[in-house]
């Protein structure tokens, strides 16, 4: 048996053996496939990249079928458990664990650059006090390119390197300050002496006190979220900072259209839409109504269903028993009975079972988001701040794998055939001659 697959083309009667490597065809294989020598050859269709590989990754692997999520082949659940957000951004920039030392010297580089320019806090002062906190992220994401013009070195290692620190060590202080600024509060400077989350509940929350002194309940919690959120090999948002990035743009503007893709309430904004539908139901006895709306295709069960996942998300369980935990300390979140009613109910509907739909990341991270004090607006915000390592580590590896160009899908050209131009004054007659 040999690893190929026969296509039999019947315009021509030709056939063709295309070698199968991975579960995989390379597509550019079928260009062979033509009916004369100017035929272009075939191309594959793959709207929203439903069944196209685009690139070779071996950061993280997602199993939809049976609800696994692995990043560089450690289970999810056990780096919730054990591991800390920086030591998971480590691995999956790297690849295995950092040693005590290199853990260590990490920590201590990312904790040096958490300062942002001044320039960047006139230009926060810019925006309106009710921007969306998303929207202000992309946009600073895209300012701190101007900044670091090296950055643009895209080619030298080490340059990425230092970009990677820089954008990681930043990401906290930023989405803290569009909060200071929505809150109309002052800035607060980083405290190199707290955790990574630590560090960032004290710019968010700080007020007069002289030390900010993190909960370690909320600290863990955050931590663990970020873990969560780290990655998640080819979504949506890992695309965009491929492909922009695959045109040698600089990291920080590569980041901005994937925090832009982010931004999406089909993405990483449906946590905040999770909230909201919540709040819209307001109560179990609502919930029929709702489930009816689903199924008429009038809306959609926010924080359900998933490209890849077939089953339970994986993350989805943990940051369930997250929620049980965190709601001992801040309380219970009233929205948690509408959300594990719905959650019921969907699990049990035909609708939702035919169609493999299952709570995601975003069912549940919204109610601890909301009990620990966030405004809905800073939801994406605290997904964007974890994903950035994920893009980072998505972004080098696409520009040190040999096989990958510039990104550039062809197109099936449905338009019009070739015509003249026609004089303004000729226009809206019928007839165009
Ligand atoms: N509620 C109701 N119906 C749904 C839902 C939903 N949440 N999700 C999918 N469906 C239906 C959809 O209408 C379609 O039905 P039919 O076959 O009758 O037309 C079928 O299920 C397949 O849906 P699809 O839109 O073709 O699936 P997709 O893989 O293109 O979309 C998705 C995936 C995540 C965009 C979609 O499930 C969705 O819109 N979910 C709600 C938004 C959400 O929670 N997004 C967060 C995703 S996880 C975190 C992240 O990526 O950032």
New binding site residues.
């Given amino acids: 048996m040999s690893d190929t697959i026969t296509v039999t083309d019947n315009r021509t009667g030709k056939t063709y053996e295309l070698p199968i490597t991975d579960g995989t065809v390379r597509a550019a294989e079928f260009r062979q496939i033509k009916t004369s020598a100017d035929d272009f050859g075939l191309m594959v269709y793959d709207p929203?990249f439903k069944n196209t590989a685009s690139c070779r990754s071996a950061i993280t692997l997602i199993d939809g079928e049976k609800g696994i999520l692995r990043y560089r082949g450690y289970p999810i659940e056990q780096l919730a458990e054990k591991s800390t957000f920086l030591e998971v951004a480590y691995l999956l920039l790297n690849g295995e664990l950092p040693t005590k030392e290199e853990h260590d010297d990490w920590v201590n580089e990312v904790t040096h650059h958490t300062y942002i320019h001044e320039f960047l806090t006139r230009a926060m002062e810019g925006f309106k006090y009710d921007a969306h906190p998303m929207a202000m992220m992309v946009s600073f994401l895209g300012a701190l390119s101007t900044f670091y013009k090296e950055a643009k070195n895209v080619r030298d290692a080490a340059v990425r390197r230092e970009h990677i620190i820089k954008i990681i060590a930043k990401m906290p202080t930023l989405a803290a300050w569009c909060y200071r600024h929505a809150t109309g509060r002052p800035y607060i400077y980083p405290d190199n002496s707290l955790s990574y989350t630590g560090n960032f509940l004290n710019m968010l929350f700080r007020m007069a006190e002289p030390k900010y002194e993190p909960h370690p309940v909320l600290e863990r919690t955050l931590d663990v979220l970020f873990i969560l959120h780290a990655d998640?090999e080819q979504?949506?948002s890992a695309n965009a900072a491929r492909a922009v990035g695959s045109a040698e743009t600089d990291p920080y503007c590569s980041l901005a259209a994937a925090a832009a893709a982010?931004y999406g309430?089909?993405?990483?904004g449906?946590n905040e839409?999770?909230l909201r539908m919540l709040r819209r139901i307001g109560s179990v006895k609502n919930i029929p109504d709702f489930i009816k709306g689903?199924k008429a295709?009038e809306h959609?069960?926010?924080?359900?269903?998933?490209?890849v996942y077939k089953n339970y998300?994986p993350r989805a369980r943990v940051i369930k028993g997250l929620a049980h935990q965190v709601f001992t300390f801040t309380g219970r979140n009233p929205l948690l009975d509408i959300a594990l009613e719905l959650e019921k109910i969907a699990l049990n509907d035909e609708y939702f079972v035919k169609?493999k739909?299952y709570p995601?990341?975003?069912f549940y991270s919204g109610l601890i988001y909301q009990s620990m004090g966030f405004p809905v607006e800073m939801f994406p915000v605290l997904?964007a701040i974890p994903r950035a390592a994920g893009w980072l580590s998505q972004w080098q590896e696409m520009l040190t794998d040999k096989e990958q160009r510039i990104a550039r899908p062809r197109q099936i050209y449905t338009g019009s055939d070739v015509r003249d131009y026609v004089e303004m004054a000729d226009r809206g007659k019928g007839s165009a001659s």
Avoid: S, T
Avoid at 300 to 307: K, P, T
């Fill in positions: 929203a998640h979504n949506c982010l309430p089909l993405h990483g449906a839409a999770v689903c295709g959609r069960l926010m924080g359900f269903g998933h490209r998300d169609r739909l995601n990341v975003d997904f």
